[in-house]
Nanobody, 124 residues
Framework: QVQLVESGGGLVQAGGSLRLSCGAS????????MGWFRQAPGKEREFVAG????????YIADSVKGRFTISRDNAKNRVYLQMNSLKPEDTAVYYC????WGLGVAGAQKYSYWGQGTQVTVSS
């Protein structure tokens, strides 16, 4: 079993940046595809970004393309989401997730492991 813990969330003004980090314990994540999802109040959870087990493939949702970047450091068992040019509509709880298929593609049903989430609030 793997435990995922997100950090780095907080309050930021529009146009600012945050870097989310996802740490894993209990199991290596180097063979897992990893994804970031977010859920705003009253909305469904949506895919934000994903990365394959090797880091060779990344997937970014259209809504954040050009602003968000996903990366991983398998030696540190960590995954990152760099968020730039933040907008108020990016406000949500952000979740880190692990995919046993190793792909990191969209689709929450593909992910077996989930963190508890970290709040990101972007003020206008």
């Amino acid at each position: 079993q793997v435990q995922l813990v997100e950090s780095g969330g907080g309050l930021v003004q529009a146009g600012g940046s945050l870097r989310l980090s996802c740490g894993a314990s209990g199991r290596t994540v180097r063979d897992l595809g990893m994804g970031w999802f977010r859920q705003a109040p009253g909305k469904e959870r949506e895919f934000v970004a994903g990365i394959s087990w090797s880091g060779g493939s990344t997937y970014i949702a259209d809504s954040v393309k050009g602003r968000f970047t996903i990366s991983r450091d398998n030696a540190k068992n960590r995954v990152y989401l760099q968020m730039n040019s933040l907008k108020p509509e990016d406000t949500a709880v952000y979740y880190c997730a692990g995919d046993l298929w190793g792909l990191g593609v969209a689709g929450a049903q593909k992910y077996s492991y989930w963190g508890q989430g970290t709040q990101v609030t972007v003020s206008s």
